[in-house]
């Protein structure tokens, strides 16, 4: 399968890194830079989290055309670049299908509005990675990753979309109910990457401390209320998973708080902050979340 994986971070990379080493044929779509030209002339390296690593060679590109034959474009860049991405995708993909792995709510729409005939498949995944240096990027924690059909795919392709990433290391599932598993991740984030990033700790610092657990616990607790009212049926477990997805991934680094650390923007906005917006339109109770997107803002100096 021909895939391009736009957006070259840390889930990207390790993303387009764990299918070139399981042979498919793939091209790192991102931004100009020193972790592009790198991969362009030495390769990309996986750091396992067992210590050994792998090299492998994907193609890389800058230009969205890239895109143009692909079977698959999975989309990994930030939620707040996700209009973007997927404009600059419509009019070059000719078929084939989209997959989005980010985090937040909202990016499986915003690409179907732009990407015409193109099949739109909606997937999370709790995998933990962390770029370490130009070309380097870790895998910081085993977890779990789900697709499943938006708009336009036959079940075959899920399939083969989900065998593809399985084979890579990347432990996938076919979900039937795909908006029920995003909701889920963006609990599970809601829970762990905005105190992590705050509090300058690693995820797994949230499991086993009473003040992480409460933190946990509490932003969990309150974005199941508001995904009720949204009328998703999110798992009774979800904090559990949570604090499942915190000891899997407990020496990772959220990608919040790499964010934080490097003075980026944040997803807090397609996270915490949609949370709470929504817990607000539905009179929903969500003081931990609201207070918890605040702080992020704050810190990244952008008081929305
Ligand atoms: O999705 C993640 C993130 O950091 O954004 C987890 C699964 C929490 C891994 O750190």
Avoid at 147 to 161: N, P
């Amino acid at each position: 399968m021909h895939v391009v994986v736009q957006g070259s971070g840390s889930l990207g990379s390790l993303v387009g890194g764990l299918l070139a080493a399981a042979g498919e044929d793939v091209t790192l779509l991102g931004r100009p830079g020193d972790h592009l030209e790198r991969v362009a002339a030495e390769g990309l390296v996986v750091e396992h989290p067992d210590g050994g690593e792998t090299t492998t060679r994907p193609a890389t590109a800058t230009d969205p055309a890239a895109a143009a034959d692909a079977d698959l474009v999975v989309v990994c860049v930030k939620s707040y670049d996700t209009d973007t991405a997927a404009e600059a995708l419509a009019g070059h993909l000719t078929g084939g299908a989209v997959l989005t792995l980010q985090n937040g709510l909202g990016n499986a729409e915003a690409l179907a509005e732009s990407v015409g005939d193109a099949a739109v498949l909606a997937g999370t995944t709790t995998h933990g990675a962390v770029l370490e240096a130009p070309g380097v990027v870790r895998h910081a924690g085993e977890g779990e990753t789900t697709v499943g059909r938006y708009a336009g795919a036959t079940d075959a392709f899920v399939r083969r979309v989900a065998d593809a990433l399985s084979a890579a290391g990347l432990d996938a599932s076919v979900t039937d109910d795909p908006e029920r598993a995003v909701w889920t991740k963006v609990l599970v984030n809601a829970g762990i990457n905005a105190a992590t990033a705050l509090a300058r700790v690693p995820n797994g610092a949230l499991v086993g401390d009473e003040a992480g657990e409460r933190l946990l616990e509490r932003a969990v607790t309150e974005g199941v209320a508001v995904a009720r009212a949204e009328g998703v049926d999110v798992p009774g477990d979800v904090v559990e998973q949570t604090r499942s997805v915190a000891r899997r991934t407990a020496s990772n680094h959220s990608s919040m708080r790499q964010d934080l650390d490097r003075g980026s923007r944040t997803e807090v906005e397609a996270l915490h902050g949609a949370l709470a917006a929504r817990a607000r339109e539905h009179g929903v109770d969500a003081p931990v979340l609201r207070t918890l997107a605040d702080l992020v803002r704050l810190a990244e100096g952008n008081e929305n």
